[in-house]
């Protein structure tokens, strides 16, 4: 039996994009901001990611049929 890893995104995106623009804003006026920042990002996205594993008997298939349904996209 295979294993699939994934990763996925639980935080809320539009929080996320609002604090990067503000942050890139910011940025340019005051550099030195960045140095507080920055690792404030770091620390939200390891809270906000997880990690999945699923058990999954025939990975090969699962991988083939994925990519089949990502080049009709």
Do not use: C, H, W
């Amino acid at each position: 039996m295979g294993k699939i890893v994934r990763y996925e995104f639980i935080g809320n995106r539009t929080t996320f994009a609002a604090q990067t623009l503000a942050i890139a804003i910011t940025a340019i006026f005051f550099p030195f901001v960045l140095i507080a920042v920055v690792p404030y990002m770091i620390v939200y996205l390891l809270l906000t990611v997880v990690k999945i594993e699923e058990d999954i008997e025939r990975p090969n298939e699962f991988i083939d049929n994925f990519k089949k349904e990502l080049s009709r996209k």
